[in-house]
Nanobody, 128 residues
Framework: QVQLVESGGGLVQPGGSLRLSCAAS????????IGWFRQAPGKEREGVSC????????YFADSVKGRFTISKDNAKNTVYLQMNRLKPEDTGVYYC?????????????????????WGQGTQVTVSS
């Protein structure tokens, strides 16, 4: 009933760009925080970005600051992750996730267990 569906992943060369989409259904983004996570083979899930329900605050991992942006279109109930100047180390499965909170937590927006709903993931591969 509550669903998140990611799309937009694929193969891109280093220095290229991709825009990922996270389409929500069964709930409205007006009352939820949305986070983006990624997971490379053999590694733990890593928090990438977070946007508050009000769009007042956004957060990014140090590894992607200045390269990634997050945005939200409430009319379409969709969150986007724009990824620029991609590097091979950005490779992984990217997930969007939701928690029913108004603001990304400064104490741990990057903690996966705080999110109650998850998408199926979309593969991003950065390679020559």
């Amino acid at each position: 009933q509550v669903q998140l569906v990611e799309s937009g992943g694929g193969l891109v060369q280093p220095g290229g760009s991709l825009r990922l989409s996270c389409a929500a259904s069964g709930f409205t983004l007006d009352y939820y925080v949305i986070g983006w996570f990624r997971q490379a083979p053999g590694k733990e899930r890593e928090g990438v970005s977070c946007v508050s329900s009000s769009d007042a605050y956004t957060y990014f991992a140090d590894s992607v600051k200045g390269r990634f942006t997050i945005s939200k279109d409430n009319a379409k109930n969709t969150v986007y992750l724009q990824m620029n100047r991609l590097k091979p180390e950005d490779t992984g499965v990217y997930y969007c996730a939701a928690q029913r909170t108004y603001y990304c937590s400064a104490w741990g927006w990057w903690v996966p267990t705080d999110y109650s709903s998850w998408g199926q993931g979309t593969q991003v591969t950065v390679s020559s």
